[in-house]
């Protein structure tokens, strides 16, 4: 039982380039969650979805799309990198959105130059 | 819009000595709260939660006080063992989606 897994570790683009983080759960969740950390801040959502085939918008979407084309999967992609999305990414799933907790990937460090 | 806030970035704590951690939040909405605690280079690992109808949850060495009144919420450590060290995150449940928002995090220290 692996639980939320995200790929790749790290990555580093150029300003401009554009990439999709890749995030899987084994455990049957309906709800997945998409994360960024930055030194000084909390968690900060970015996108969501409440099960497959939805996705929704959390508080800092712009400049990322999703995809929840399969229950297990949940795809953050940035369509043209710029320096401000350098952050360290965070993938997070759960039961429900009632109140039980979220599980956590070991994140994506993303550096963007 | 910070909700939720952590006024300490760090704690320095005593091996053994007790660990208080706190916790402030603007939005009497929010209903569930939780303590998130996380490792360098790893993904945050849930650690306690409680719901607002209740003023405590105890789980081991960990306590969870909720003061809705002054809408503060505190997790206690005791005893604080050297293994604690970890930046600690607090999160409160924003609506029925189950979306978090989460503090800035305190840094906490035990030493020898």
């Known amino acids: 039982n692996a639980g939320v897994t995200q790929t790749p570790k790290f990555r580093v683009l150029k300003t401009g380039q554009s990439m999709t983080l890749l995030c899987a759960q084994d455990m049957n969740h309906e709800y997945m969650y998409w994360y960024r950390q930055d030194p000084g801040m909390g968690l900060r959502l970015i996108h969501y979805s409440v099960g497959e085939g939805t996705t929704a918008k959390g508080e800092v979407p712009d400049g990322y799309n999703v995809s929840r084309l399969k229950k297990q999967n949940f795809l953050l992609g940035l369509e043209s990198a710029a320096p401000s999305q350098t952050s360290v990414y965070f993938c997070?799933?759960?039961?429900?959105?009632?109140?039980?907790?979220?599980?956590f990937g070991p994140g994506t460090r993303l550096t963007v130059l | 819009d910070q909700q939720v806030k952590q006024n300490s970035p760090s704690l320095s704590v005593q091996e053994g000595r007790i660990s208080i951690l706190n916790c402030d939040y603007t939005n009497s909405m929010f209903d569930y709260f939780l303590w998130y605690k996380k490792y360098p280079a790893e993904g945050p690992t849930f650690l306690i939660s409680?719901?607002?109808?209740?003023d405590k949850n105890e789980d081991g060495r960990f306590t969870v006080f909720l003061n809705k009144s002054a809408k503060h919420l505190s997790l206690h450590i005791v005893p604080s063992q050297p293994g604690d060290s970890a930046v600690y995150f607090c999160a409160a449940r924003t609506d029925s989606w189950g979306k978090l928002q989460f503090g800035a995090g305190t840094q906490v220290v035990v030493t020898p």
């Open positions: 409680i719901s607002s109808i209740k």
């Open positions: 997070a799933s759960s039961y429900s959105g009632g109140y039980n907790e979220q599980f």
